[in-house]
């Protein structure tokens, strides 16, 4: 198994689902929502950007609300990639495009990016408009949004296991992570699923599942973009 990604060394954590970058890139635009401490949702990985690599999830919060994200690898030159988040929305696709020169949890890799919901106009982040947003104070990332797990924790070892995805079975790494408060999560892993390796992710009612991951992803969003300057 490759490295899997744990911020602040040994602990690690996991996203608001409910306020993914899409709509936090948006909602930052009109003032409508907070904004992040981080440009991308973190969680528990590891990070193999292969050019065409996508993998879809269902997603289920503690309410039992349900939502669909995709991550797609659509363009790759030496360190420099480009990564699509997708998710449906009203009737549509919403869509927040990155271009990262490495793992987009170490915000010094996040160069650009790129977003668009359904009936608005597409925008553009520069790195200098990111910088600047993280000083205006807002929220962290995902505001109130509850996360799947704990959001920090120790890391365990259990005994690998092998999961059924698309017909495909997959050998996992198998982990369960403890948080300080009380709260566990455990986590299945596989490198094979492009770009963050992540099979399942449970706790509680909550939960992550690899739907379906596969090659030849191709990019959705497409300009022309609207710079959004940031006094």
């Known amino acids: 198994m490759k490295r899997i990604h744990q911020p602040h060394g040994e602990r690690c954590r996991f996203p608001g689902w409910k306020a993914i970058a899409v709509v936090v890139v948006l909602g930052l635009i ?9 440009y991308f949702p973190a969680f528990y990985h590891l990070f193999n950007p292969v050019l065409g690599g996508w ?12 939502s669909t994200l995709t991550f797609a690898v659509v363009a790759k ?13 009203n009737g549509g696709t919403a869509i927040a495009s990155y271009l990262l020169s490495g ?3 170490d915000d010094d890799n996040v160069l650009l990016i790129h977003a668009k919901a359904p009936g608005s106009p597409a ?11 993280k000083t205006l104070g807002r929220k962290t990332f995902g505001g109130s949004a509850a996360s799947i797990g704990p959001a920090t924790g120790k890391v365990r070892d259990l005994p ?43 706790s509680g009612a909550e939960s ?19 710079k959004v300057e940031v006094p």
């Not at 993998?55 to 349900?66: F, N, P, V």
Request: charged fraction near 30%; glycine fraction near 10%.
């Open 208 to 226: 992550m599942t690899l739907k379906k991951f596969g090659r030849g992803a191709k990019p959705m969003l497409k300009g022309p973009y609207i």
């Open 123 to 133: 925008l553009e982040l520069s790195r200098q408009s990111l910088d600047r947003l």
């Open 160 to 202: 690998d296991e092998t999961l059924k995805v698309s017909g495909k079975r997959l050998l996992c790494r198998h982990l369960k992570v403890v948080g300080l408060e009380g709260r566990t999560a455990e986590v299945w892993i596989n490198d094979s699923v492009v770009p963050f390796g992540v099979v399942k992710l449970v």
């Open 30 to 38: 009109s003032g409508a929502g907070p904004w992040a401490s981080s």
């Open 55 to 66: 993998s879809t999830y269902d997603i289920k919060d503690a309410s039992g609300e349900e």
């Open 103 to 105: 793992d987009p949890a």
């Open 77 to 89: 030159k030496a360190r420099v990639c480009r990564l699509e988040l997708r998710t449906p929305e």
